[in-house]
């Protein structure tokens, strides 16, 4: 009879679809994953009280009522606004970039003088990419500072080129804000589910049709007979690198226990110009947990090699045109769909990730 549904990787993709397909098709799913754990890269644990996420900050945040109401189907939502911080010159200033940014950086006269400049050419409240504010004359010292001090080093560091050699995309999901709002995101929707990521995967796949076979390779279940699969690994890893590799960009994490309260004044701390961590993510503020010590990471962005994991394609011209190349085989597969961040090779945020596979199953019924 072979396997009926085939999901390789038990991220949030994988385990949207699996939920999915046993709770309302009532079909048999095996969902595999060559990790110890379900979840993917938002697998969090309790650290004596404090919700770790493994692979870094994870910060729910949509404008979609049907993911929103999706997910609260398997978890509560502890009402966070996440809110970061970058050291420039000195001073830690609130990203993405906004008026308070502004008069913490530059003498008054200056910061008001810019500010008019800022309100004169866009509406209160709103945000523009860096990229956008380059092209006023007007805002050129301002576009020029931000350009160089906030963007500029951080991207070399995290991706190892400039940010011409990446779609705007990338640049433009941390906007220029023209307000006083200091929130990272400013979607309807946002939060930390009360009892962790890990928690809420786990009630998604509550259900006896679905199997979770961990530390579990692809590779053993090729040459077996499978109904439908659904894969959220690299597709040029799935076509064995027959068009060469596509490039992506890996992170390691340097976890700190700290023995005392607070180490710093948010849950994350950008240094875009020092260092050679891109961020310091101080774990405890996500869920406001009251503890007397407190769990911190360094991140640092790493080139991926075979072998290392995954965190992000990278998004431009070149590498879109090979994953365009291994779309094309792929469509001469007949039952095998490619989900997820890697899969589809797209730097999207989990709720999107969430809308795509729910998309796709509406497809599939
Ligand atoms: N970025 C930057 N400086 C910052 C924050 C972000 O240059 O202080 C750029 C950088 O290229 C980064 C991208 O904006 O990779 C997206 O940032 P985001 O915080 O969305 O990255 P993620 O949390 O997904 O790693």
Redesign the pocket.
Known sequence: MGIRNLIVGAGISGLVLAERLANELKEEVLVIDRRNHIGGNLYDYDDEGVNVHKY??HIFHTDSCKVWEYLRQFTQFYPYMHE?K?LINGCYVP?PFNLNSLRMLFPESLASDLESKLLKAYPYGSRVSILELSKIEDLKFLSEFIYEN??????LK??QCS?KD?DSS??S??PVCIGKDNR?FKDKFQGIPFEGYTKMCERMVKNPLIEVRLQSDFKEFKNLEIQRVFYSGGIDEFFDYCFGELPYRSLEFDFRKISKEYFQSASVI?Y?NNYDF??IVEYKYFLSQKTSRSVISFEYPKNYSKGMER??PVPNDKNRALYEKYLQKALELENVYFIGRLGKYE?F?MDKAILNVLELFDKLR
Do not use: C, E, K, S
């Open positions: 870094g900050a970061v970058a990203i906030i963007f500029y080093h951080y991207t995290q991706w940010p990446l990338v640049l999901r941390v990272y950008n875009p891109t961020r965190f992000y730097y945020d």
